[in-house]
């Protein structure tokens, strides 16, 4: 004889006999898995300050056939299938969706899914803002939001200025020559680069740009050169004022800068030491820093011969690298100045000085039609 014995309830069994099984032992999987959700749910609410929000999601295909319309409406369910997503297409309600479509704040379709604050923001229009410029656009990414690409003209934002921040390591060197090459190819910008840790030079050479070596020994590109053409709105004389007043800031100011006293004096023998040259603008009259010096020495005010002294360093001095007639050619389109071999005290001004080159004009170009120039440093 064999005995059978028939099963029970387990749920009811395991309950009564309370032998400690957990609620996912007794309850059905799809109902301890929605219970989940609702718990989770319960605690965004209460605790993340979430809201709940009704939602209707509609999405509008066009094209201009119906293959192609056909076509678009399976690649855009393939996309929503990838994110656990579904579309459904309305039919019988093609107006009504339509109408809701549309920016009129109606909706017509009574198909709703409740989403909390943070899912409903991903829908609100403009909350990414995307950077996509046409014509002379660079690429400098991708959106982290979007995953659109990042196309930008610089000489079309309100401030055309960059920075690269990054550990080191990170590739900022790398994305800085990636930018160089993109200018180089898709504009027909200039481009002048300090070269203080010598990265840049074989990538100029490549390019068959300049390398101009700044040293005490080699190629010289003297600060009080002045081009008559300098500007064509501006006197050329006030504006290498104020670059020769930058200069002197850095050198003679110190952290407190240069006193209203000192930057008219300064000002006042610059426009004297240029006098003879713009008379007759031969090469060989170009003054160099040593003159400046020598007309603050014959001056009888204390603040010019403090401030001679001050140049002092820099004109007879260990420091004499920019007191010396120009003999460096920067006329190519790509220019790299290498200052590696400039001393601690120098690197600063050659950074100014390279800044002030930049300013003069370098080609013969039309009138209103002046070449833009990007600066690496």
């Not at 855009?76 to 009129?104: F, H, I, T």
Request: with cysteine; net charge negative; hydrophobic share 40%.
């Amino acid at each position: 004889m064999f005995a059978v014995e028939q099963p029970g309830d387990l749920h009811g069994d395991a309950a009564k006999s309370g032998a400690g099984l957990r609620s996912s032992d007794v309850l059905p999987a799809d109902l301890v898995t929605y219970g989940k959700e609702a718990a989770a749910l319960l605690n965004d609410l209460q605790s993340r300050n979430e809201r709940m929000f009704l939602v209707t999601i509609t999405v509008l295909n066009t094209a201009k056939t119906k293959q192609k319309l056909v076509n678009d409406v399976f690649a855009a369910a393939g996309v929503c299938q990838k994110y656990n997503c579904a579309l459904k297409r309305l039919d019988w309600q093609q107006e009504q969706a339509l109408m809701s479509s549309l920016p009129l704040g109606l909706t017509q379709i009574e198909i709703q899914r409740g989403l909390t604050t943070s899912s409903t923001a991903i829908f609100v229009p403009f909350t990414t803002c995307e950077l996509f410029q046409n014509g002379e656009a660079l690429y400098y990414g991708r959106n982290a939001l979007s995953g659109n690409l990042l196309m930008a003209n610089r000489k079309r934002l309100k401030n055309p200025n960059g920075l690269f921040l990054g550990t080191p390591g990170s590739g900022k060197s790398f994305s800085a020559k990636r930018e160089i090459v993109n200018v180089f190819l898709m504009t027909e910008d200039d481009i002048f680069i300090a070269d203080p840790e010598s990265e840049y030079f074989p990538l100029v050479e490549w390019l068959h740009g300049q390398v101009v070596r700044l040293s005490p020994t080699s190629a010289q590109y003297h600060p009080m050169d002045i081009n008559p053409d300098y500007s064509d709105d501006e006197d050329p004389l006030t504006l290498k004022s104020d670059f020769i007043l930058s200069l002197c800031e850095l050198i003679v100011g110190g952290k407190e800068g240069l006193a209203p006293v000192e930057r008219s004096i300064i000002d006042r023998y610059v426009r004297l030491v240029y006098r003879d040259y713009l008379a007759n603008p031969a090469p060989d009259r170009m003054p160099v820093l040593e003159d400046l010096y020598n007309l603050l020495r014959k001056q009888s005010e204390p603040e010019a011969q403090y401030i001679a002294t001050a140049l002092e360093i820099y004109v007879t001095g260990s420091l004499n690298v920019f007191n010396h007639k120009t003999n460096a050619d920067i006329t190519n389109r790509v220019v790299c100045f290498y200052i590696k071999e400039l001393g601690k005290g120098l690197k600063k001004i050659s950074m100014i000085h390279i800044a002030g080159c930049g300013l003069e004009p370098r080609h013969a170009e039309p009138l209103g039609q002046a070449r833009h120039l990007v600066l690496y440093r």
